[in-house]
């Protein structure tokens, strides 16, 4: 029940049924498993990785024959103008965490019980049909009928989406009779595997529902017409586009706030809710969860929100807050006309400099800020975002600050990628919205696939491929001497 279960449940169980194959899901989270799961965790994730190692574990207990934890990269194809819908790295790649775990392993988890095909639910039904026949296969079972089982698993899927579609319709006539009166209701911005686990939750659900307000959750939010990939183009999260769509749905429903959930140690989180809270016009809040988490820190924190939110509508206060749009451009946009500026990520940003340089793009790599505390960057960004976003940020933000800076001469480049699903596709967005927010009008330039606007050119990438590789062969012969005095005793 961990993790993606909600949703491709009715997909996988109708699927094995169908084939006739017995499927048993693990118990209901509940403290034992809970506490397993963090015995059993051999690294520091974040609390839903957690609690999966918990199910894991519960299942082992109930002695299954497989069990089938699938690698699933993206949840099928993208909607909202986006051309990516993946899921984040931990999610896609957690059957290999659960097999690193050594307690699970001695439990008798191993490569013959764990049933783990890898699934781009967006490369069409023979990729998932070539992926599910090898793990049939595997169990025993005839694979002549995994086609029609993989379509009646589509049917269900559809009837499960068909019910969640009319729960919206119902869901967007509550928040107009309450902005009739007046009322907030309360858009409950988790994802499946926390929002409906009230355990995982620190059943905060019910808590607003006590309190007496209505409690709506992301499934049901009608935001799936809402479009803002053009004002936020590289988010590759598909619940990363979820939540950033409702920041949009809250903006024009006066009487909807957005309540978020996140977990310490999520990567996705760390970098969507500083782009969330740059379009986000009115109070909002955000709730940061581990399993150290108590009601109480909850209780406070809600009941000071629901405060804020009457006051809001008490006053019908006028939101003034800027929002702001990513705004990234391609290389064509600077040639001849600026100076772009790498920051100090790797050596390797030489020879992507030296490349440039060689496209008549003038080219530099920004130096190391000498400040270790990385205090500038920090200053205007919050959440655990990682050391090499804070790193190369502050080596910008030491720039811009020098007496001869001037934003119509220089512009950054910043790696992205259009697909992730690493922090790094998201550093030039946030970077974008963080200068933006500063008051600092400087181009960020960066890269993106052959067919987007962000197309670097298929030749400079082979070069920039040539520099990397020497690099790299220069890097191993440095090693390789460095061990070694140049004058013998002298060192
Ligand atoms: S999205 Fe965040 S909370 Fe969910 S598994 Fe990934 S890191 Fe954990």
Redo the contacts with the bound molecule.
Sequence with gaps: RG?LFNDFSPFFITFFSYLGIKTIVSDETNRKIINRGLEIVPAE?????KVAYGHVDNLLKKDVDYIFIPHIANTGEPTRGYKYCVT????QSTPDLMKSAPKLVKEGLNLKNLLSPSLFFDWGLNHIEDQMKKTVAKMGYSTKNVRAALQEGLVNKKKFDKKIEEKTKEAFNSIQEKCKKNEPTFLVMA?P??AYDANVNNDIVNKILDAGYLAIPLEFAPIGSIDISKQMPKMYWI?GQKKLAAIELLNANKNLFGIDI??F?????AQINQQMRCRTQKPFLTVEMDEHTGDAGIDTRLQAFFNTVKSYLGIEAKQISKVFNVKLKGLDKIKGKKILFIPPMSKHNHALSAVFNAYKIQSRVLEVSPDETMERARSCTCGLVCTPYLHTTEAMLNFIQKPGFDQEKFAFFQAATDCGPCRLGQYASLESLLFQKKGIDVDIITGGELDSEFNLGMSLLVKVWYGITAVDQLEKMRMHTRPYEVNKGTS
Aim: aromatic share 24%; net charge negative.
């Design positions: 993790l994730y974040c609390f839903p990785i984040c790295l931990w999610t994802r595997y926390t619940e996140t977990y140690a999520c990567g996705p989180d």
